[in-house]
């Protein structure tokens, strides 16, 4: 079964920072490119970050590029979201998602990790 | 940046009716685009990909349709399954921007 379990989310001050991750298992990790997509509370989806399968190419919507980092190790079937100098409108839940590259669509979703940024 | 402009933003509908949702591009995507289906405190979960395929396991009362810039997702007799919100994303080109979403309520 296709599984992705994200980590690490929580309760944090405005600037602060933490590292989310992915686990995934059930595919081949190493051959897939992979997104990053949160939604704040009561709010729509908004796509985050991409990274392809050998870590060459990565993409940021623009509302995070330069304080988030996506990065992955294949070897541990992981992918990972570093995100810093949080602010309030960064709370949500951020999910991991497979990026099917044949058919160019977000195809497996994890369950999500909450952040939450506030004093 | 590519912007998904999505209409209604929200509907009522009964059981057994059929569901019109809309997506439209500010410019070409060509057929990138794909359908989610959200339920309260759930993922989303991909439905439709490159604007007419339907995903593996989903009922064939959805389809996907385009027309330019246009795009469209039906459910033809609406199921208490189907009452969720709707989303469209384009993957033509990064950032892949999501709509705004439709949320499908019983009437």
């Known amino acids: 079964e296709v599984q992705l379990v994200e980590s690490g989310g929580g309760l944090v001050q405005p600037g602060g920072s933490l590292r989310l991750s992915c686990a995934a298992s059930?595919?081949?990790?190493?051959?897939?490119?992979m997104n990053w997509v949160r939604q704040a509370p009561g709010k729509g989806l908004e796509w985050v970050a991409y990274?392809?399968?050998?870590?060459?190419?990565?993409y940021y919507a623009d509302s995070v590029k330069g304080r988030f980092t996506i990065s992955r190790d294949n070897a541990k079937n992981s992918l990972y979201l570093q995100v810093n100098s949080l602010r309030a409108e960064d709370t949500a839940v951020y999910y991991c998602?497979?990026?099917?590259?044949?058919?160019?669509?977000?195809?497996?979703w994890g369950q999500g990790t909450t952040v939450t940024v506030s004093s | 940046d590519i912007q998904m402009t999505q209409s209604p933003s929200s509907l009522s509908a009964s059981v057994g009716d059929r569901v019109t949702i809309t997506c439209r591009a500010s410019?070409?995507?060509?057929?990138?685009l794909n359908w989610y289906q959200q339920k309260p405190g759930k993922a989303p979960k991909l439905l439709i990909y490159t604007a007419s395929s339907l995903q593996s396991g989903v009922p064939s009362r959805f389809s996907g349709s385009e027309s330019g810039t246009d795009f469209t997702l039906t459910l033809t007799s609406l199921q208490p399954e189907d009452f969720a919100t709707y989303y469209c994303q384009q993957t033509y080109s990064p950032p892949h921007t999501f709509g705004g979403g439709t949320k499908v309520e019983i009437k």
């Open positions: 990274i392809n399968s050998d870590s060459n190419t990565k």
């Open positions: 059930g595919f081949t990790f190493s051959s897939s490119s």
């Open positions: 410019q070409n995507i060509i057929n990138y």
């Open positions: 998602a497979t990026y099917n590259s044949h058919y160019y669509s977000v195809d497996v």
